[in-house]
């Protein structure tokens, strides 16, 4: 086999993981941004307008997160 052949399917191989880990990342970003904005708005709600403590929102994010990785 020709090692221009070679090079080649190495950058093909190449496109296709960066292509998978950029979908992976942004599915993860997503899933992340959705669990925190959903946490704040339910701690904002719950404490009338109040911010919430970081606690709190670490306690709600976490919750969030596992119920839409559960969900997805």
Do not use: C, H
């Not at 090692?3 to 599915?27: P, Q």
């Not at 993860?28 to 307008?49: K, P, R, S, W």
Request: aromatic letters at 8%; proline letters at 4%.
């Amino acid at each position: 086999m020709p090692l221009k052949t070679v090079s080649m399917k190495w950058r093909v191989v190449s496109v296709i993981g960066g292509t998978i880990a950029a979908a992976t990342a942004a599915a993860l970003t997503t899933a992340f941004g959705e669990a925190y904005i959903a946490a704040l708005d339910m701690l904002f709600v719950n404490n009338n307008g109040e911010p919430p403590t970081s606690e709190e929102v670490a306690e709600a994010f976490k919750k969030k997160y596992s119920q839409l990785a559960i969900i997805k």
